[in-house]
Structure formats: C-alpha cells, structure tokens
C-alpha cells in the first residue's frame, strides 16, 4: 500500500449552511453561506486559496456543470477550480481533491466546497433521470430507497433474522439519529421520533418505511485545507489532520459476478481497512471516537457499521438494539443527526459529516459535544449496494 | 411430408372480471349486462402483441433454435407500423439472423391466412416456418368489444418430417364483408351491427367455404372430430355446423367465456388448443372469418401427443389471476388520463444506436461466457467479471433466456414511477452462473422471497410517450 498522506494536510476551517427546504436560497447562497463560515473560521482571506473543487452531482436542478459556479458565486480570483461527482460520495471527492492538491505540494491552501439543490424538482426524494444510454434500456426500473433496501432482505436471509427483529432495529438507527439531531441548529429535522412511529411508518421501498429514509434537504458545506506548518504559522498550535482518506469504487463484481451476497458493501469493507493501516488505527471500536456514516437509509447505517469492523458481522442489529452507536455508546454515531436529520443534499453530505467531527474535536459541537473524541470517522457512500462509491475518511490531532 | 411439427401459446396472467367491467359500465348500456360472465385475458401493463408472440414462439420452440427458418407473425395489432415485428419477434426468441421473416396483418383472418401461407412456404422448400400469431386489440371503454376481445398468442412450427398433424386441404374466399374496419392511424374499430354480421356474415360466408373444402377433400361433414372458429356472436357456431352438416358434438368451445376472443390470433389458438385434447387420427377443422374465410382441415398423426412442447394454451390458461379492478384494466391500456405524478415525467429516449450496438444483449438478453474461467455473465463485456479472472476479450456469447434464476435480494418500491405500483425488483440469480438486477413482473405484493425460481421474459421495459416508441428488456418472472 502507498505511504499514504497521513498528517500531510490540515483542515484550516470548515463551514456549513443550515440544511433544509431552502425555498427562497438559490445554490449559491447556500454556497456563499458556508463559504463566509468557513472563511471566517480559517482566518484567511479567499485570496490566499490556490485552488477550488466544487461537488455536485445533481447540476440539473442545481448550478450546472463545471467549476465555474463556485469560482462565480465565490469571486474566486481565477484559481484552479474543478467540478468532482462520484455519486452521493461526491462531497468526499471535492475535499479529496484539495487535500491531495495540498499533499502534493501543489497549492498551500486549498478550498473543496459541495452543495446540493434538491428542492427544487417539485417532488420529494431523488429526482428521477436518465442513468446512461444502455443503462435506461436494461437496469431495473430502481429507486434509490428499493436498491438499498434490498440489504435487507440478504441481510435476514443471510444472518436469519426476523424481519420483524431487523425492522426495530432499523427504527433504532433512526430514533437514535432523531435525538441527536433534533439539538443541531443546522439539521433540517429537529423532532424526536418513537420506534413505534418509525415501524408503523408508511412503507417506501420493502422494509424501508418513511423513517428509514433520510430527509432530501437542500444545503452546502465546506472545508479549507493546508499544510499542517500553514495551520500553524496561522495560530493553530495542535491542528486538525487528515489521517486516512480512501475511496473504493465497485468494479462490476458485486453487480455481476455470484460472489457477493448482498447483505454487505465490499467497498466499504475495503476502502475501510486501507484506512485504517493508513491511520494506523489497529482496533476501530477500541480507537475510533465518533462515526459518521452515510446513513442515507436505516439499513445501509446497520450494515455499514460491520462494514467498518466495528460490529461483529451479523451482530450489526442487536449492537444498535443495544445502543452502541447512541450518543451515550461506545461508538457515537450520527451525533448531529446524520443524513436522517440533515437530508441528503448530495454533494454537502461528505463534507458535511467532516464538519461535524471538526466541530466535535474542536469541542465546539455545544449541546451535542461528546466528551473529548480524539479520533473521528467518516464515511460517504455513493451508488446503491450493488455498485458504488464509498469513501472513509479518518480525522485526528496531528501526532494523536 | 410437410407438417405441422409442434405448436405453442401464450395467454396473459391477467384475467378481468367481466362483471367488474360490466358494473362500471352498465349505467350507460344496459345491455352489457349480458355479457357480465366469465373473464377476460387481458395484457399486464408490460405486455402486448410483440411480447405475447415471444412467449408463444418460446412455448412452441422450447430452449432449442437451430431449426427454425423463417418466423412469420400474424396480428392487427402489432406495436410497429413500420419496423418489422416479426423480425424483432426472431431476435427476441434468439434465432440466428439468417431466418426469413414477415409480418401478415390487415385482417382478422390473419390467423388463418398466414398459417396457411406456412404450409405453403415449407412445402415449398424453405425450411422449418415459426408462425406466430398474437393479438391484444383495443376498444373504446364500456362498450361490447371490450369484454368480448381477449389477449393471447399461438405458435405453430410447420415444416418437412413426421409431424404431429398434417393438412389435408384448405380453401379460402375474399369478400368485402365489413362487419368492422379500423383505418391506418386508428386506435378504435368502427362496427355494424350484429344480426347482420351474423347473418349475411358469419352463416352464409363461412358455410360456403366450409362446404367447398370438404368437397375438395372428399371428407364427410360427419366425420370432422372438432370443428373450431372464434366467434363472439351467440348461437353462431352450432349453426353454422349445423348447416355443414358437422357433428354438433365437434363444435369446440371459442373459450370466451375464459378469455375473451384474441383477435387474430384466435383461430390458430382455438386448433391448438384443440390438438391438445386430440387424439390420433383425428380430424379437425378450423375456420376465420374475416372479409371472407379461411377454412384448414388437419388430420393428427400417431405422434399427435407430442407436439405440445411447453405449457401450450391449457396450460397458460390454467395460470391466472383475476383483476377486479376495471380501473387498472383502464390505466394500463391507456383509456383514461391517469395522474401518474411528476416522476413518470422522466425522459429516457431510447438511442437507436445503442440499441443496435447492443441488441443480442437488449433484445435475446444474451451475455458472455470466460473460455478461461467459465464464468456466466451479464453484460458480455470486453474484461471478464470474475474478480480471480478479468482476462481480455475472452467471452463468448451466452443466451441467459432459457436458464433458471432465482432471486438474490428483492423490494417492493413504491416510489420509483411504474404503471403498476409496488415496482418489484431485484438480483435474480443464475443457477449456471451469471445475476442481473432485473425488474419482476406478474408478481402481487406478498409473493416474492428470497430463493424464488423465477425464468425471464421478454416485456415492455419503457413507453417514451414523446416519440412513441416502446423498448423491451428482459424481466424476472415466477417460474
């Protein structure tokens, strides 16, 4: 495995617009809103960035293509700036490509910003597209609440799980991401939900109710990045690093080939471990201090968490019974309410989960702040269980 | 000694009760109300005539194609007005692409005409004639044509060899006799009315021509064993016997009362069906009407028993499931201005390029086999799939058509826009190797679970409203 870029970029500043049905904000307000935030917390100003990368995945009901919106609604002074989509993991790309950019020596200081514009198709969830010429002609009619819930029924199978035990569970994932994220001023939903309300909820894809679906909000995010001696000069003493960034892309395998079972990612699993020997993290449930994952259903947040080594396989359901990745657990999960409360604006999301361990190793995080996390993970997935995008990102103290 | 060597059907799963159908409509014509028993094919939304012909040409051929060498489809109702459907119909099915084709139309002797034309052919030397017949005729909400018409599909393979019945003889008349028309661009026939349909039409055409043929064949009336002709029309059949001087015990159910009349299709459907009740030596007797008659007098062979190679029309018409709802039966034939939500909005024009790129893929749901390492898979593609593998260009093409599946992982979606809601889909497993993610069709929600043996049929996968053009693909069905 390469070297890898272990404490090689610091985050300088990080930013987040209030997620959310922002009807009367265009994308870039959303943008300049986290945008200011970020800025401010870096302590620079935008003349210092070297290069910009812009995640969006939706441009039809967003601002397009190419990295010309950000440097426009930014006033960027006619830097490097690149669109990135991968998916729903897009919001990881934007922050790989200006922390590689900063570990390559190529820019100082760089800016990865991400914003969705979801409210804007005139219905709820995703909107429905194109997926490609020969794609439209032979993939099943999928949305991306029926491809994921598909996990679950490999998961009883696989495991022999009633489904009647899964689907509690699947309700804790949510219950758990309600409470936390109903005291998160910048979450989208802030109300607390029981696990009767979340099973007898109306069903969405088969065994997906309503509230194992996450929100469709609208919303930006975004990161500044440097070399941690930039961080310093600029008067963080221990700053923020990036300890592990790794993203695994489906080959096909999944989709293709009878190997894989579909109760589980394979990307995951593998993009997980390249983290963690990137991180040297030798024991996840042990070292990791506070998770978020890309819960974008109930059912993809309980797998993920044995994806990511931090369940058993298979046990994955009766740890989130037991309140494991509760804000009170051994491994907080979600702890600003995730995808579930902030909605899925696709290409914040990443970001947006960086904010939060940001903020929670900063001790910033208020009313939700965990007790001294040293060591935060996130995990942003794009695609459907058959064929995805996952990205893991590790982030520490420098040296920690 | 040309012959008839095997046939087929298909009959949708989808049986509309009439009474439901009659219910709704009844305070506008009274009269409907005799026509309230029994039920009707109709299409699931994904089916029609092009599809209903796959399944019948699959049924007749079973998993073998080698000897198949022209494929002539017979309907009024085929989704293309130009663009052959009967050679869609040898792709679908698989057949290699130097196979004759033809589409026969126009008439509701289609049925009649074109299987007499494939006797024709194979005596003449072509090689082994696929006719396939299929039909799923439209008709205006609430009126009669729309209880009495049905949906379904026959396949009859005529060639050289020693078949299950041959054809002592046939006779044929061309009258202008217009009981109905539908003009190019039509959706909807225009009718006349009854009794004189019946009586200038049905009982004075079709006895002269039965008369003739029997004459010709020096076969007595008495000695026909089963005398079939659709006819919707109530007393018609026993007196048209009648008047042939047929055995009134010959006269064969038109099976209405089961599933309606198919069009086209119904006349070769009706002898089917009746060689699948005939013993040897039998004679049977067929007839369609329709500006004139066709009349075919076949006689069974020893082998009579093996000619039904698949279900055959008994036993498609023994698996169905009642619709009650008339509503639904409206929705999916496009009767009313459905809301059906911004999501069924989504454009996906079919690119015609890509389409042909990838037609054995598309249309024969062919993919690839690893001459390496023996993996099965779907797409063929240019690396092979098997993560221990991925050599180059090492498939060769695999048809996935015939293979048993069974399912993997499943939903039942209620968000992504369909026709008929919940969406069911999933990966559905090869049992030779090879999985696709594949919409399900014919399924209630309740039925699917993991392991369930499913086969694949050829469907309507999408109707691009915009430019008129339906795409087919391949679903996952119960086996």
Same mark, same amino acid.
């Given at each position: 495995m390469a070297r890898g870029i272990r404490d090689s970029v610091a985050i300088l500043g990080m930013g987040c617009s209030k997620f959310g049905?922002?009807?009367?904000? &265009?994308p870039e307000d959303l943008l300049v809103e986290a945008f200011r935030e970020c800025l401010e917390d870096a302590g620079i100003g935008r003349d210092r960035i070297d290069a910009a990368w812009l995640a969006t995945a939706i441009e039809e009901v967003s601002v397009g293509k190419s990295g010309i919106p950000l440097a426009e609604a930014l006033r960027l002074p006619y830097i490097p700036v690149t669109r990135v989509e991968n998916f729903c993991a897009s919001g990881t790309e934007s922050f790989r490509g200006a922390v590689y950019a900063v570990a390559s020596g190529a820019a100082d200081i760089a800016l990865a910003a991400g914003v969705e514009?979801?409210?804007?198709?005139?219905? &709820?969830?995703?909107p429905q597209r194109s997926r490609g010429a020969l794609n439209d002609m032979v993939w099943a009619n999928f949305s991306a609440p029926g491809s994921f819930a598909q996990l679950a029924a490999a998961y009883r199978t696989k495991h022999s799980v009633l489904p009647e035990d899964l689907k509690r569970a699947m309700a804790q994932v949510s219950v758990k991401s309600h409470a936390n994220g109903a005291k998160n001023p910048k979450a989208h939903l802030r109300n607390e939900i029981s696990i009767d309300k979340a099973v007898n909820a109306p069903m969405v894809a088969d065994p997906l109710g309503l509230f194992d679906c996450c929100g469709v909000s609208d919303g930006a995010a975004c990161a500044i990045v440097c070399r941690p001696e930039i961080a310093r000069e600029l008067g963080r003493e221990n700053p923020i690093t990036v300890k592990a960034l790794q993203v695994s892309v489906s080959n096909g395998s999944e989709a293709g080939h009878n190997s894989w079972d579909g109760s589980h990612f394979v990307t995951a699993r593998i993009a997980s471990r390249r983290a963690y020997e990137e991180a040297g993290v030798r024991d996840p449930r042990a070292e990791v201090d506070m998770v978020e994952a890309h819960d974008c259903f109930s059912i993809t947040e309980l797998v993920t968490m044995e994806d990511l080594g931090l369940s058993r396989e298979g046990e994955g359901w009766r740890d989130v019974l037991d309140g494991v990745?509760?804000?009170?657990?051994d491994t907080p999960c979600q702890?600003?309410?995730?995808l579930k409360c902030f909605g899925h604006p696709i290409g914040a999301s990443g970001l947006r989960m960086l904010y939060e361990v940001y903020l929670q190793l900063e001790g910033r995080a208020g009313e939700r702040q965990l007790d001294t996390p040293r060591l935060g993970l996130t995990h942003n997935l794009g695609g459907a269980p058959h064929r995805n995008v996952c990205s893991v990102a590790i982030v520490g103290r420098e040296g920690g | 000694m040309t012959s008839l060597l095997a046939w087929g059907g298909y009959v949708p799963r989808l049986r509309l009760n009439r009474g439901k159908a009659v219910e709704a409509n009844s305070w506008f014509s009274p009269a409907l109300r005799a026509l309230g028993r029994g039920e009707r094919a109709m299409c699931n939304w994904d089916e029609d005539t092009l599809t209903l012909a796959v399944e019948a040409g699959r049924d007749c051929l079973g998993p073998e194609r080698d000897d198949v060498a022209a494929v002539h489809l017979a309907s009024t109702t085929a989704p293309f007005a130009d663009r052959q459907n009967a050679a869609l119909l040898a792709n679908a099915l698989g057949l290699d692409e130097r196979v004759g084709t033809m589409d026969i139309g126009a008439s509701q002797r289609a049925g009649t005409s074109g299987l007499i034309n494939a006797f024709a052919s194979a005596r003449a030397g072509s090689g082994p004639v696929l006719f396939v017949a299929a039909e799923d005729r439209l008709a205006r909400a609430g009126g009669a044509a729309e209880l009495r018409n049905g949906a379904g599909a026959v396949a009859l393979l005529v060639g050289d060899g020693a078949g299950v019945a041959e054809l002592v003889g046939f006779e044929q008349s061309a009258v202008d006799f217009v009981d109905h028309f539908r003009s190019q661009g039509q959706a909807f026939d225009y009718g006349w009315e009854e009794r004189w349909v019946r009586d200038a039409g049905y009982l004075d055409i079709v006895p002269r021509t039965l008369d003739a043929l029997l004459a010709r064949c020096a076969v007595e009336p008495g000695a026909i064993d089963h005398f079939v002709m659709p006819c919707t029309l109530r007393g018609v059949l026993p007196k048209v016997a009648a008047r042939v001087g047929l055995p009134e015990a010959s006269v064969r159910d038109p099976l209405d009362a089961v599933m309606g009349e198919a069009g086209a299709a119904h006349a070769p459907l009706l002898l089917a069906h009746a060689l699948e009740s005939a013993g040897p030596g039998e004679l049977v007797l067929a007839a369609g009407f329709g500006q004139g008659c066709d009349a075919l007098l076949l006689r069974t062979t020893?082998?009579?028993?093996?000619?039904?190679?698949?279900?055959?029309i008994g036993g498609w018409l023994a698996r169905r499931r009642e619709e009650t709802n008339y509503g639904k039966f409206l929705a999916f034939n496009g009767l009313v201005e459905q809301?059906?939500?911004?999501?069924?909005?989504a454009e996906r024009p079919t690119l015609l390029s890509t389409l042909y790129r990838n037609r054995d893929l598309v249309t024969a749901l062919v993919g690839g086999k690893c001459r390496i390492c023996g993996t099965a898979q779907l797409p063929r593609s240019a690396v092979c799939v098997n993560p221990n593998c991925g050599e180059f260009h090492t498939q060769d093409p695999y048809p996935f058509a015939e293979r048993a599946a069974s399912v993997l992982t499943w939903t039942a979606d209620r968000l992504t826009y369909t026709p008929d809601p919940p969406a069911h889909y999933g990966i559905v497993q090869f049992e030779e190797g090879g999985r696709l993610m594949a919409d399900f069709t014919d399924v209630d929600p309740g039925d699917v679970e993991v392991g369930m043996r499913m086969r694949m049929v050829f469907r309507i996968k999408e109707h691009d409203a915009k430019r008129n053009l339906k795409s087919y693909f391949w679903k996952a069905a119960p086996a």
């Open positions: 049905e922002r009807w009367h904000d &265009g514009k979801l409210k804007d198709t005139g219905y &709820g969830g995703l990745y509760d804000a009170e657990g702890i600003d309410g995730g | 020893e082998r009579i028993a093996e000619g039904r190679r698949g279900r055959g809301d059906t939500g911004m999501r069924a909005e």
